[in-house]
């Protein structure tokens, strides 16, 4: 009976602690070329995307590849090609979570995919507007969706320098007569994207939000302002 008790109440410890660890936020650090990210990864309404997205990174995968697609107004893509725009070999294809409730609002990660719902493998987008509600799944309408799996917490500067890069058309890798286009004239690299400190990552989100208030702060006192003289 004793021991009875004794494997229920380990198992039921045990079935806490990975419901516990499975809701827990995940962060990563992408280190680029214009400066550092820190996003935070939600694993719990995006499972699939964020594990994906982790085996990429332990794999290193992302090292050395670059934000190849920069459309001010609408979104930074990245992690599938190197600077001579080749596309590195991915894993399988993973089941598209665009359903989980998180929506394409400004500085939310989401992974970039080909026409097929569920084509995603490691190339992600960052979006750099509000205005991306088209990106959300209706399938009322016959849209899918794009899968969000986290948010900028910290280097959202970084995220604004990389969408203002100039951009070019260069030929396009894989069709002869074609244009790959919205390439940055010079490479924006991701040096690396590694699992991040809790602490560390929070304690960075806590002064970009500080940094976000003053900002608005200052745009409500300006445009008050304005309105005075008027």
Excluded: W
């Amino acid at each position: 009976m004793k021991f009875t008790v004794f494997c229920l109440s380990a198992i039921l410890s045990l079935t806490t602690l990975l419901t516990a660890s499975a809701a827990d936020p995940v962060f990563v650090e992408i280190d680029t070329t214009k400066g550092k990210i820190v996003v935070e990864l939600n694993a719990e309404k995006a499972p699939v995307s964020v594990q994906n997205f982790i085996k990429y990174v332990e794999a290193k995968h992302y090292d050395g590849t670059v934000f190849h697609r920069v459309k001010p107004e609408f979104m930074i893509q990245g992690g599938g090609m190197d600077e001579k725009l080749r596309e590195r070999p991915t894993m399988s294809e993973i089941r598209n979570e665009a359903g989980n409730g998180l929506k394409n609002d400004e500085y939310t990660i989401a992974m970039a995919r080909k026409g097929d719902p569920h084509s995603a493998t490691s190339q992600f987008y960052i979006n750099t507007s509000d205005q991306n509600s088209f990106l959300n799944q209706n399938l009322a309408q016959g849209n899918y969706g794009y899968a969000v799996f986290g948010k900028v917490v910290a280097g959202k500067q970084v995220v604004d320098a990389i969408e203002s890069v100039k951009t070019k058309a260069v030929p396009h890798p894989k069709l002869p007569s074609g244009l790959m286009r919205d390439v940055p004239a010079e490479p924006v690299t991701i040096k690396s994207i590694t699992k991040m400190d809790a602490a560390k990552a929070r304690a960075a989100a806590a002064k970009q939000t500080a940094a976000d208030e003053a900002a608005a702060a200052e745009a409500a006192a300006a445009e008050a302002a304005a309105a005075a003289a008027n």
